[in-house]
């Protein structure tokens, strides 16, 4: 327990606490998308038992790294020519799980803009068991990603700051993954509200979504070695840029939506000297 207490130590958690929370916010809007098409008595609580699968996944994926690490091993190798992958446990899960949230990102999008009846009885869709299932599909995969990206993360900067043993390393990971997850807890309502309110943000989450899932497949196709001829490989989507863009994106959107609670129209220099000219013409004419 002494090394917690060390500024390494610390910094490692600080750090790993805001790598979770930022690797959870896909997270969080899965989630709240999820819970927004339930009865609203139900939404909090779909929205607890989500992110407390999600830290469970995680703290037993990090106990048991030694076998995530092992899904690693190639179980297929497939050579035909054109086209030569190697596949593996790891690259599977990532994989699949970006097509399923390629699939519920559409089918949702699809659901919206067709404006089907969100409260129809008897579907399966509406349901608080059918919600747990997907968000805890949903977890086991980016409880993958956030893991190895953790484990990634301390196993470099570990050397560098005089080592922390692989006992202390698990330690440190487990903390930040409980601290990140009960701050996630707290803003989840709050967040889940802010997004079903508004349908641009909804729309606007969704596409996150289908960026992340074809990130997903890109890993997953990385991971399994996907080579198309003798040069072509399949590379990864860095996360930095993906990040940006979402956060970007949402303020931008927040910049619209303040507009639209503004009671002053904001005009632009450009349309005002069009208005000008256009109400001359009238009087000329």
């Known amino acids: 327990m002494e090394i917690l207490f060390t500024p390494n130590a610390l910094m490692a958690i600080l750090t790993l606490t805001f790598l979770e929370i930022i690797l959870g916010i896909d997270n969080i809007v899965f989630l709240s998308i999820v819970s927004g098409k339930l009865p609203k008595a139900d939404q909090p609580k779909a929205r607890r038992i989500g992110l407390l699968l999600a830290m469970a996944?995680?703290?037993?994926?990090?106990f048991g790294i030694t076998w995530v690490m092992s899904l690693q091993d190639v179980i297929k190798s497939i050579d035909w020519g054109?086209?030569?992958?190697?596949?593996?446990?790891?690259?599977?899960?990532?994989?699949?799980?970006?097509?399923?949230?390629?699939?519920?990102?559409?089918?949702e999008i699809h659901h919206k803009m067709?404006?089907?009846?969100?409260g129809t009885s008897g579907k399966a869709s509406n349901s608080i068991v059918a919600a747990i299932f997907q968000i805890a599909l949903l977890n086991i995969v980016f409880s993958f990603d956030s893991i190895l990206t953790a484990v990634g993360m301390v196993s470099n900067s570990a050397?560098?700051?005089?080592?922390?043993?692989?006992?202390g390393a698990l330690l440190i990971m487990?903390?930040?993954?409980?601290?990140?997850?009960?701050?996630?807890?707290?803003?989840?309502?709050?967040?889940?509200n802010f997004v079903n309110q508004h349908p641009t943000i909804?729309?606007?989450?969704l596409s996150f979504l289908i960026?992340?899932?074809v990130m997903l497949i890109a890993e997953g196709s990385h991971l399994a070695h996907f080579h198309f001829g003798n040069d072509v490989e399949v590379g990864t989507i860095p996360k930095g840029y993906l990040y940006f863009s979402i956060f970007f994106s949402l303020f931008v959107e927040f910049l619209n939506l303040r507009m639209k609670k503004s009671k002053k129209v904001v005009k632009l220099h450009n349309s005002e000297i069009l208005d000008n000219e256009l109400k001359d013409t009238d009087v000329t004419d």
Do not use: N
């Open 57 to 62: 996944f995680r703290v037993i994926l990090l």
């Open 82 to 107: 054109f086209f030569e992958a190697h596949i593996t446990g790891q690259s599977l899960i990532v994989f699949g799980g970006g097509l399923f949230l390629l699939y519920k990102s559409v089918s």
């Open 114 to 118: 067709e404006g089907e009846e969100e």
């Open 159 to 167: 050397p560098a700051q005089g080592g922390f043993g692989s006992e």
């Open 174 to 192: 487990i903390i930040a993954v409980i601290i990140a997850m009960i701050i996630m807890m707290i803003f989840a309502g709050p967040v889940s």
């Open 202 to 205: 909804q729309i606007l989450g």
């Open 211 to 213: 960026l992340i899932g």
